[in-house]
């Protein structure tokens, strides 16, 4: 287990030896959420690495990472605990063919071995490593009503029990939500929380990202797929490439022996890239031609 940043460069200097590219605002969220064992809430586009951050934070504290992956319709049974009705209901028969009381029985079923732990629950307990780093992922796709038992959680780190009561950490949680704002969620739960929107990178710290994770791909093909994919945030996409679709482009390029970007290898690819049939027909052809000719313009330019 290794010890908490004491400072925002150290900070920045451990999310660069979990080869995350972060800038100094982002360094300074992550910083204070740790030193002040506040839940950070990350909102932004989906792709740009929020998720990330929590499995970077677990990595280089050498914490367990614990993740709540949210849907719509998540409840507290699939959230934070349930009972195992099946064992539960075994154990009464045995105690009353053995003649067992009522009260024994009833003690007995609801304690902790009945008891079936989800996430929430699970980053309450002790951990001879530290208290774990909670995931709590697209917070987002989740209902009003699971947002509002949230705050509970949030707020004294506990989760109530009716029929064994309150537990409550030791040690708080790390504490990472993330949202693509698919909707707003309540300011209730965000003011316990510190903010910050993860933005796209600019070009020269998608790049950086690039050599990182797809150290494979030619640097003249990087330049070309970063300017480019910087290029279509700049058109009135159905949705934008994040980073995680630029590393995964360039992985492809590169396993198709491309060095260099040509209208051929990017009309064969941009499934990689898009994720809609509108957006790649209407990137798809000539109007691919014109961002590549554009881009390679522009890197010239930039190399005299």
Not at 11 to 35: C, I
Request: aromatic share 6%.
């Amino acid at each position: 287990m290794s010890s908490l940043p004491v400072s925002v460069d150290a900070a920045l200097e451990s999310l660069s030896n979990g080869r995350y590219v972060a800038d100094r605002s982002l360094a300074t969220a992550v910083y204070l959420s740790l030193s002040l064992r506040r839940p950070l809430f990350l909102e932004g586009e989906a792709g740009v690495g929020k998720t990330e951050i929590a499995k970077v934070l677990a990595e280089i504290l050498g914490r367990k990472l614990i993740r709540l992956q949210c849907y719509e319709g998540l409840d507290v049974a699939s959230a934070v605990y349930e009972w195992n009705y099946a064992r539960q209901m075994i154990e009464i028969r045995l105690a009353e063919s053995g003649g067992g009381s009522r009260e024994t029985v009833e003690d007995e079923i609801f304690s902790e071995r009945f008891l079936i732990k989800r996430p929430l629950l699970q980053a309450l307990e002790p951990d001879l490593g530290g208290a774990p780093v909670l995931l709590i992922d697209e917070l987002d796709r989740t209902d009003e009503p699971f947002e509002a038992y949230l705050l509970e959680v949030l707020s004294d780190f506990q989760v109530t029990i009716p029929e064994m009561g309150t537990i409550k950490a030791a040690e708080p949680p790390i504490v990472i939500i993330t949202s693509n704002r698919t909707r707003e969620i309540h300011d209730a739960l965000k003011r316990r929380c510190f903010y910050y929107w993860v933005d796209y990178p600019n070009a020269e710290r998608e790049l950086e990202i690039l050599r990182i994770k797809a150290p494979g791909a030619a640097e003249d093909l990087s330049r070309q797929v970063v300017a480019f994919v910087q290029k279509l945030r700049q058109i009135d996409l159905f949705k934008l490439p994040g980073v995680a679709e630029t590393i995964d482009w360039a992985q492809a390029l590169t396993q198709l022996d491309v060095l260099a970007l040509t209208p051929e290898a990017i009309n064969d690819t941009l499934g990689v890239l898009l994720k809609y049939q509108d957006d790649i027909a209407r990137i798809q052809g000539s109007e691919a031609v014109k961002l590549l000719e554009q881009v390679k313009s522009e890197l010239a330019a930039a190399a005299e």
